[in-house]
T-cell receptor, first 114, second 117 residues
Framework: DGGITQSPKYLFRKEGQNVTLSCEQNLNHDAMYWYRQDPGQGLRLIYYSQIVNDFQKGDIAEGYSVSREKKESFPLTVTSAQKNPTAFYLC?????????????FGQGTRLTVV | AQKVTQAQTEISVVEKEDVTLDCVYETRDTTYYLFWYKQPPSGELVFLIRRNSFDEQNEISGRYSWNFQKSTSSFNFTITASQVVDSAVYFCALSEDPNFGNEKLTFGTGTRLTIIP
């Protein structure tokens, strides 16, 4: 089935460690996005990519990094510079970079810093 | 700057009751898009509807209906004859610029809806 796969579902990290969250899509979508969700808050955009080998910072990019070497993959690294990384992370994709294209979301990764 | 307000943090209703989720938005643009997404317990957001600012017609899809009123800057969502499967967090979102993609979406804080059997 086509869709977006995020792994792992739960992730625990020690303070000071970098960790990478996986996001893979087989929808042949050009655009991919990473969002962060905190309790009682809406989704906030971390990074987005409209095409392979190109990506842009979103509203809260500090402490995060991404790569887009393949169309189907958009991994997110949470670095030790991210001061409050415990959150629920959602990856999404859409056909193109216009707002009239529906976004499809993965089931998320819950990251906890211990 | 654009803003979306979902004042109802949590709502609980008994199964088969009707329920309305409120969404109020702020924008300076005349062209914009409004969205509703559902987030079930599994975590992913599921697209429900997209409406552009020039289309004020209300929309009905099965038990779901949406009321768009530009005069009050509201885009409310009603579930008729609610079911337990409707239990989820519902997000309203706004995008001001039709020339950009989902990176320009502003989400509300969500409303957690619980349907009591």
């Amino acid at each position: 089935d086509g869709g977006i796969t995020q792994s792992p579902k739960y992730l625990f990290r020690k303070e000071g460690q970098n960790v990478t969250l996986s996001c893979e899509q087989n929808l042949n979508h050009d655009a991919m996005y990473w969002y962060r969700q905190d309790p009682g808050q809406g989704l906030r955009l971390i990074y987005y990519s409209q095409i392979v080998n190109d990506f842009q910072k979103g509203d809260i990019a500090e402490g995060y990094s991404v790569s887009r070497e393949k169309k189907e993959s958009f991994p997110l690294t949470v670095t030790s510079a991210q001061k409050n990384p415990t959150a629920f992370y959602l990856c999404a994709s859409s056909i193109g970079n216009r707002v009239n294209t529906e976004a499809f979301f993965g089931q998320g990764t819950r990251l906890t810093v211990v | 700057a654009q803003k979306v307000t979902q004042a109802q943090t949590e709502i609980s209703v008994v199964e088969k009751e009707d329920v309305t989720l409120d969404c109020v938005y702020e924008t300076r643009d005349t062209t914009y898009y409004l969205f509703w997404y559902k987030q079930p317990p599994s975590g992913e957001l599921v697209f429900l509807i997209r409406r552009n600012s020039f289309d004020e017609q209300n929309e009905i899809s099965g038990r779901y209906s949406w009321n768009f009123q530009k005069s009050t800057s509201s885009f409310n969502f009603t579930i008729t004859a609610s079911q337990v499967v409707d239990s989820a967090v519902y997000f309203c979102a706004l995008s001001e610029d039709p020339n950009f993609g989902n990176e320009k979406l502003t989400f509300g804080t969500g409303t957690r809806l619980t349907i009591i059997p």
